[in-house]
């Protein structure tokens, strides 16, 4: 009876990443994806490298279909709600970063910004649940 | 021995008197050809047009560049120099100089100069030169074609990376009464006369190469055709119809054969929307002609992929007059500064490629994957490095030169002639272009078939909405320092390309003509495709 609970248990284990590939895959719950820079309420003058950490996960390409990792997505003054069964939008606020990168330079017209990380999968969807940074917002002198 | 002696033993003698004075020279021998048949054609006209050059042209010119006229004879020269260089530059004025005054003469009076140049240890008296060095460098000067420049290895040697001339090797020669071979060079005044002989013998190469790939094809047809004969002789016993047998065969759906038949030749003037409608009435109108239309469907594909070079099927494709045109805008950082392009005349695809296109590359192996959804939806999920890899493809398998538009070409299609925000005015006009917001169609069904939108003036369908499109040219942050020829602008870093047109995910600034954004060029998104441009 045992193994075939058992049995049982490794079907629905192996059946499970499948099953949630629909629509974002599944994300540790101890991922953490923050700013390394600019922290938040920094005031910057011109352009600024903008450096994405992540923490429990692995980053890599946009398209590869490797376990607990993903690519970033850096959205600039976005206001709209997260659709978690939607690709991340792509447009002039929604950066993506789909060959790994961890680092970008950004250039802003001055005033106040906001910044968030996003990670998404391999076909752009964010995970389950989303793995997000902290909004932040910051200032372009 | 005796002079090494002397100098070490300090003694401040010079050069010994009694021993004849020797040194290094660059030597330079010209002389006419066919001097003998212009003295037979006309004897004092050609004796004074010589002596007229010699006067004017080969003394001087060798006097500017340092040297020393040795002697004349009656058809030539010889000069020595201390500097190679200048010897060799000597003997190019000189033959350029010539060319000049033979321009105006017909082709029989000619004066023509065969210059050779050596390097080489001579003895020197007052009235001539001596030694083998002099002989080698009339030797070069009598294996030089008429008007040109040969020179030995040595001289070659110490001048190949101070003038910037072409030098085409001719391998070592032996030349009369001197034992060892020669290294010979050809001068080439211009290194685009060397690029030219270089060309010369690629072509040569070329031609050879695809007569030899034309032999192996004609034999591989020989072969497959023998083939097909006997399959064809089999199938005729049997009653299924042929793939080859399509106008002769009593096929029993006559119906099906209709709107099934036309679709794989796909003739260049019709209408495309009600053809590309006309196959798929979506809601299977009755199970009969829905099966047979599914039978019938993969033959046409069979067929092409059977031997006989398999054609695909084209994008139906817009000339594009050439033009000048007012590039970017002041809307966004990148899409100025606004310019002025030329664009030459170029033929772009009148919708995005379709996913039937696409899927005829993936058939073929030449494109990494099947795309999914309706045939006659734009393709997506294109990364820059897919979408250019269906343009070699498509320009292989038709021998046209199908590619990637420019960023500037594509613009100038997207305007149609007009320099307004849209292509239809200042103000957006919803039902205009597929964009979010724009029309009122459901979200499932996107991506919708290509040419759902109205064309622009120049008669092309989907240049803003519906799907992103790549374009030939690399990403820059804005248009400083842009071709003004409109070339793709392809120097820089490469890691991302450029995106136009926005997709049916973007709102209405993305629809306009000048808007422009990248993306990373090996990475796929949902709402990425493209469309071809085909040089004339």
Known sequence: MKIAKLIALSVILTF????????????????????VWPQDGAAIKGGFWCRFGLRNMGVTHAGDNFQNSGHHHLLIDVNEPLEPNEPIPQDKSHLHFGAGQTEARIELPPGKHTLQLVLGDASHYPFSPPVVSEKITIRIK | MAEIRNFKS??????????????????????????????????EGTHNRVKRIERDLIEPTITEHH?????????????????????????????QNLVGRNASLPRDYWVEYRIGVNLGDVIIETDDIYGDGVNIASRLESIADPGQVYISGGIYEQIKHKLVCG?????????????DPVRVYRVLPDPAAFQRTRKRREHILLFLLSLALLVIAGGALWYLLLQQRGKVGNQASAPISSPAATPGSPSPPAPAAGPAAPQPQ??????????????????????????QQAVQQPQPRATPSTPQASVPREPEMKTVRAGIFTMGSNDDVTEKPVHQV???????????????????????????????????????????????QFVAWLADATRKAYRLPSEAEWEYAARGGTQTKYWWGDQFQSGMANCRNCNDIAGAEQPIKVGSFKPNPFGLYDMGGSVDQWVEDCWHKNYQGAPADGSAWVEGECGSHVIRSGSWKNDARYVRPSNRDSYDTNVRYPTHGFRVALSP
Request: aromatic share 8%.
């Open chain 2, 67 to 95: 040297g020393r006229l040795v002697k004349t004879t009656g058809d030539g020269f010889i000069a020595i120099f201390d500097s190679p260089v200048e010897a060799v530059r000597c003997s190019i004025v000189i033959q």
């Open chain 2, 266 to 291: 796909s003739a260049p003037s019709v209408a495309p929307i009600p053809q590309q409608a006309a196959p798929r009435p979506s809601p299977t109108p009755s199970a009969a002609p829905a099966t």
């Open chain 1, 16 to 35: 499970l990443p499948f099953a949630a590939s629909a629509q974002g895959k599944p994300a540790p719950k101890d991922a953490l994806l923050y700013f």
């Open chain 2, 10 to 43: 300090g003694k401040n003698r010079g050069p010994p008197d009694d021993a004849t004075p020797r040194r290094l020279a660059a030597i330079v021998a010209g002389d006419i050809s066919g001097y003998s048949r212009l003295m037979q054609l006309d004897e």
């Open chain 2, 167 to 179: 030098y085409e090797s001719l391998g070592d020669r032996k030349v009369k009464n001197i034992t």
């Open chain 2, 342 to 388: 030329t664009i030459k005349p170029f033929a772009m695809s009148l919708y995005p490629v379709s996913v039937r296109d696409w899927n005829e590359c993936a058939a073929a192996k030449a494109c990494s994957f099947v795309a999914p959804g309706k045939d006659d939806a734009p393709v997506t999920n294109v990364s820059w490095s897919d979408a250019k």
